[in-house]
T-cell receptor, first 115, second 114 residues
Framework: GENVEQHPSTLSVQEGDSAVIKCTYS??????FPWYKQELGKRPQLIID?????GEKKDQRIAVTLNKTAKHFSLHITETQPEDSAVYFC??????????????FGQGTILTVHP | KAGVTQTPRYLIKTRGQQVTLSCSPI?????VSWYQQTPGQGLQFLFE???????NKGNFPGRFSGRQFSNSRSEMNVSTLELGDSALYLC?????????????FGPGTRLTVL
């Protein structure tokens, strides 16, 4: 089955710096890659996702890049703010097949943005 | 539109008991997935239901089961609770008809097994 590795496990940056979180996946059939942000005591919330027919997607300060050949994808947050502090999870899935509803998650990255 | 809701939010049970958790998806969403979140294992997929049918199942023992009703509300049941079942149980709903689509999570049910 699919396996997703996420690095780093913790990331500390100063406000205004950029943050990059990387994930690798094992199943070349995976074609849907969402990123979730989970603040302490709250539900995971989708912040951006990408499908394998594109290499990059941006939404304001957040971007995701995908390298299908190397089977890795990354989350980039620019101009970080203290409210970006949270746990970030990457995930991978095969959309269009029989892996109904199944997201395979990375272990998470604790991002801390210092004012 | 109201988001995904889960009840109860907190539960304390003892070993050997059973528990039922409930999830109400976003209106119009017919797919409900369940996940277990623990500090050690992270987020792990339990199962997915669509139109009252289980379409996919993760690698959990048979003590974990679920069902979905005609209004898309879903329940999961854990029988013969073990200490290791202590976790945050999250459900997520989506519009998906086939495969995987954007999933919206509920707030979770925090289960503590003593």
């Amino acid at each position: 089955g699919e396996n997703v590795e996420q690095h780093p496990s913790t990331l500390s940056v100063q406000e205004g710096d950029s943050a990059v979180i990387k994930c690798t996946y094992s199943d070349s059939a995976s074609n849907y890659f969402p990123w979730y942000k989970q603040e302490l005591g709250k539900r995971p919330q989708l912040i951006i996702d990408i499908r394998s027919n594109v290499g990059e997607k941006k939404d304001q300060r957040i971007a995701v890049t995908l390298n299908k050949t190397a089977k890795h994808f990354s989350l980039h947050i620019t101009e970080t703010q203290p409210e970006d502090s949270a746990v970030y999870f990457c995930a991978a899935a095969y959309a269009g097949g029989t892996s109904y509803g199944k997201l395979t998650f990375g272990q998470g990255t604790i991002l801390t943005v210092h004012p | 539109k109201a988001g995904v809701t889960q009840t109860p939010r907190y539960l304390i049970k003892t070993r050997g008991q059973q528990v039922t958790l409930s999830c109400s998806p976003i209106s119009g969403h017919r797919s409900v997935s369940w996940y277990q979140q623990t500090p050690g294992q992270g987020l792990q997929f339990l199962f997915e239901y669509f139109s009252e049918t289980q379409r996919n199942k993760g690698n959990f023992p048979g003590r974990f089961s679920g069902r979905q009703f005609s209004n898309s509300r879903s329940e999961m049941n854990v029988s013969t609770l073990e200490l290791g079942d202590s976790a945050l149980y999250l459900c997520a709903s989506s519009l998906e008809v086939a495969g995987v689509d954007e999933q919206f999570f509920g707030p979770g049910t925090r289960l503590t097994v003593l």
